[in-house]
């Protein structure tokens, strides 16, 4: 591991120590996205990650970059999540962004005095993303006007820029799709009510209208014909990014079960004595292991053609493994494990959101699914015996 990695994690963890853990619950409390604790995060580069320095980033590849969201999943992983779209905006300004928009956004972005989140999502379409109806007409001076909502709506009042999936004509399907980047203050941009979402309720979500939007061509990020392309690979990234985080949060119910199950004193001796206990926890262990190790090969096949069906097998895989740490380790602390002190509660809730957002366990599955397909057609033939399957 560079030098550098080691730096940013151990920022990751510090950042997760004094910033997230003690504040975590009074910020669900207060309801307010913590802008300071997202300030520090830039401070220590954790909002730049992948960009060029020379736009103020940290130019760390995916693969050493997404191991941060492991550091900060320990603290909280709707925290972890945000910065991790955050970056992915950042990165998609610096790949794919035009001079003036890199000149205009870049640097702010980098250094996480503004935020930026990611919009495709909207009330009709989730999964089914080519179902949707927000749509931006060309103008003749290359501007564009957009017209639409979106639902969902991570960081919603907040970020300061939404790189919004648009159609470009009234064709159904993806070949028209866009990707622009809309500021939050553009004219005709407004935000609907909050949704109440008591575990992560320092996360504003909600929808985000669009009505008679004119944003400049130069925000545009992806051309027309590749929105959907774009948003499948910012996707990809995303699907890895919040593997990582679910390892933190595996780790944090582990250790908070341990550090009570080793003290709490039953049949003559304590909890962590029982074997029953022992096979509990040592099932999250393994799960952990398993978890590392399959989001850090899929981060690192991120860019290759292996990407997609490795990030599809770690969000399959590893928000269930932390739905099940979550709950496993609440059932080894007992009647414990229920009060809001412990954050089991919040760790179970905030496990079975990462099995939703960004792709759910079931879409994973539908892409494992097809690659399977793509398998079976390149085996030879296992012909059905004669007289099977016939009447
Ligand atoms: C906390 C949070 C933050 C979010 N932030 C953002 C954001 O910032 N930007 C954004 O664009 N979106 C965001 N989303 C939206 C998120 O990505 C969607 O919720 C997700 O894509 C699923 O869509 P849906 O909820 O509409 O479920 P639906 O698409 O309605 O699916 C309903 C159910 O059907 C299942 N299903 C779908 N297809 C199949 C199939 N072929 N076979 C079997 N089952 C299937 C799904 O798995 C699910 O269980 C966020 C969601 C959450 C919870």
């Given at each position: 591991m560079s030098s550098k990695l080691e730096n940013i994690l151990a920022a990751a963890c510090s950042h997760t120590d004094e910033v997230i853990k003690p504040n975590v619950d009074a910020w669900n409390e207060a309801g307010v996205w913590p802008r300071d604790a997202s300030d520090k995060a830039g401070d220590l580069g954790l909002t730049g990650l992948y960009a060029p320095e020379e736009w103020?980033?940290?130019?760390?590849?995916l693969g050493d970059g997404i191991q941060v969201y492991e550091e900060l999943g320990k603290g909280d992983g709707a925290y972890a999540f945000t910065l991790s779209m955050h970056n992915i905006c950042t990165y998609a300004t610096c790949g794919f962004g035009t001079d003036a928009f890199k000149d205009k956004w870049a640097r702010d972005l980098t250094s996480g005095r503004k935020l930026a989140n990611f919009a495709l999502t909207e009330p009709q379409s989730g999964?089914?993303?080519?179902?949707?109806?927000s749509k931006a007409v060309i103008n003749d001076d290359g501007t564009w006007t957009i017209n639409g909502a979106k639902a969902w709506?991570?960081?919603?009042?907040?970020?300061?820029i939404y790189f919004t999936v648009v159609k470009t004509s009234d064709e159904p399907g993806h070949k028209d799709m866009a990707m622009i980047a809309i500021p939050a203050n553009a004219k005709g941009v407004s935000f609907g009510p909050r949704y109440d979402t008591p575990s992560y309720e320092f996360l504003p979500l909600g929808e985000m209208h669009l009505d008679n939007v004119v944003v400049s061509e130069d925000n545009i990020i992806m051309g027309v014909g590749t929105g959907l392309q774009g948003s499948l690979m910012a996707i990809d990234i995303a699907r890895v990014s919040i593997a990582a985080g679910c390892c933190g949060l595996i780790e944090s119910a582990l250790d908070t079960a341990l550090a009570y199950s080793k003290n709490r004193?039953?049949?003559?001796?304590?909890?962590?004595?029982l074997d029953g206990i022992q096979w509990m926890l040592g099932d999250v262990a393994t799960d952990l292991v398993t978890s590392r190790l399959l989001y850090k090969a899929a981060a690192n096949a991120l860019g290759t053609p292996e990407g997609p069906l490795l990030a599809a097998h770690a969000k399959r895989f590893v928000p269930d493994a932390a739905v099940n740490a979550a709950n496993t380790c609440t059932q080894v602390m007992g009647?414990?494990?229920?009060?809001?002190?412990?954050g089991m509660d919040r760790l179970s809730r905030l496990s079975q959101m990462l099995r939703i957002v960004d792709g759910t366990t079931e879409i994973s599955r539908v892409v494992i699914g097809r690659a399977l397909q793509k398998r079976a057609a390149s085996l030879p033939d296992i012909p059905v015996p004669k007289g099977f399957g016939e009447k």
């Open positions: 103020g980033g940290q130019g760390f590849s999964s089914d993303a080519a179902n949707m109806y709506v991570s960081l919603a009042g907040e970020a300061d004193k039953m049949f003559k001796g304590v909890n962590l004595d009647c414990m494990g229920l009060l809001q002190s412990y």
